[in-house]
């Protein structure tokens, strides 16, 4: 792919080819929080607790390996490409750790749960990592940038709707075909819908995306240790990383609590509570095209500002609201998740050009290890919320099998839990965005100086 046809628009059906792995990967992001830790809680036993802190430690333990996936692929130049061999590696190691994670027999230890989630997580973290650098790498112009990762966004709010629909549905269907409608066969479905999604996405990608050397960069130039340490002191990558985790901790405490906020405080069934979360995720589907136009009226750094800055309000809103009964929390479920889906894809268009300002001062693509970085945040987004919030939960007496029959206090201290730190975190990646200098402007320069070179 030459310079000029970095900048043209790219065609539908290679937006298409690059978006289909969302589908399989984003199975390991919000639905794991959401089902597996009540699932692993209840159903097979774990304590609470130790439920809490292995799906906090495991993500933690993987840090390091994200940070180590970018630095190969950053070092990967094969003819089969850069980024296409850790994609399609990353995603057959998920394929085992999908069985290990959806089809657990109840009774594991905790040492069986731990290995299972680790496994998964490896394969998770060098294909989502290969995949979203590879993104930056197919355009360099700044709003094109964005409708690649606003396709990728699409893609996995289609994928979380289509997840969040499989356990209701296989729990519909389960008893007209002889199976007992449980959690169990919930989750089972889940998993082996998973797993029959990913082997036609990797052929996807791997078959309708190009895969080249970005603009003005050495090929596959090698690098230590050191140089990622100078790479990782950039600022505007540092404030970035920190944007994106304020903006993750919101969905994560949403993912890790809606469930038991909407059983205990308002009275809601389990299933009305998961009914929800398709209210939540079809609004992704009108957010997502809607925060692209707003970044390419105005930028992508204001956009993301004013979507998380008005999700801390909208879910304020939600949570002190009175119960008024399940259409009107649908709506507010609604509502919420419209400037929600904003932050991730936009973040990641910020991240492709940042990537350009340190290849024109360095001469090399730090593409794999500044996407691993933002994988890496986005999982401590997420394991923070469901090591604190349900460590929290057990401490102020919260039991997860009890629902609405939990004491008041423990209530409370869910409904505290549910509110406050979304709303703090919300609102300071809302202020760190709007500092943001790396403007469409700013952004022509640098590629004009890249093509130059």
């Not at 932050?343 to 990537?355: E, G, I, W």
């Not at 997420?382 to 939990?406: E, H, M, R, T």
Request: proline fraction near 6%.
């Amino acid at each position: 792919m030459d310079n000029a046809s970095r900048s043209m628009p790219l065609k539908r059906r290679t937006l298409a080819a690059f978006a289909a792995p969302c589908l399989p990967l984003t199975g390991v992001g919000l639905p794991m929080v959401i089902y597996l830790p009540p699932y692993y809680a209840s159903t097979l036993g774990l304590d609470l607790a130790i439920t809490g802190i292995l799906f906090s430690a495991v993500r933690w333990i993987d840090l390091p390996l994200d940070i180590a996936f970018g630095h190969g692929i950053d070092r990967t130049s094969t003819r089969f490409g850069r980024f296409r061999p850790w994609m399609v590696a990353g995603g057959l190691i998920m394929l085992l750790g999908l069985y290990l994670c959806f089809f657990a027999e109840p009774g594991l230890s905790p040492l069986r749960a731990f290995l299972g989630l680790l496994v998964i997580y490896i394969g998770f973290s060098m294909a989502q990592v290969a995949h979203t650098s590879w993104g930056q790498a197919l355009s360099t112009d700044y709003h094109e940038r964005s409708r690649i990762f606003g396709w990728w966004q699409t893609a996995n709010m289609i994928a979380l709707l289509t997840l969040l629909a499989v356990p209701p549905l296989a729990n519909w269907l389960g008893p007209q075909l002889g199976f007992s409608a449980t959690a169990s066969l919930g989750i089972h479905a889940m998993g082996l819908v998973l797993a029959l999604m990913l082997t036609p996405a990797l052929l996807a990608v791997a078959l309708g995306v190009p895969d080249r050397q970005s603009a003005g960069a050495a090929s596959a130039h090698p690098h230590g240790w050191r140089d990622i340490w100078q790479a990782l002191r950039q600022p505007n990558l540092r404030r970035l990383m920190l944007i994106d985790l304020l903006a993750s901790l919101p969905p994560g405490f949403g993912g890790a609590l809606l469930v038991f906020f909407f059983e205990a405080a308002r009275g809601f069934s389990v299933n009305e509570a998961r009914l929800l979360l398709l209210f939540y995720f079809a609004a992704g589907l009108i957010g997502a095209p809607l925060w692209g136009w707003v970044a390419r009226r105005t930028s992508k750094h204001m956009a993301v500002a004013w979507a998380i800055g008005s999700y801390a309000v909208l879910h304020m809103g939600l949570v002190l609201a009175p119960n008024a009964g399940f259409w009107v929390a649908a709506a507010g479920m609604l509502l919420a998740g419209i400037p929600a889906v904003a932050p991730p894809f936009l973040v990641r268009a910020m991240l492709a050009d940042v990537t350009d300002a340190e290849t024109l001062a360095t001469g090399r693509s730090n593409a794999g290890l500044y996407y691993a970085v933002l994988v890496g945040v986005q999982k401590i987004g997420y394991a923070i919320p469901v090591g604190l919030a349900y460590i929290v939960l057990d401490a102020v007496g919260f039991d997860a099998k009890l629902g609405s029959a939990n004491t008041q206090s423990a209530i409370d201290g869910l409904v505290l839990l549910f509110l406050v730190p979304p709303v703090i975190s919300a609102l300071g990646a809302a202020w760190l965005a709007r500092g943001w200098t790396i403007d469409r402007a700013a952004q022509a320069r640098i590629i004009a100086e890249l093509h130059g070179r």
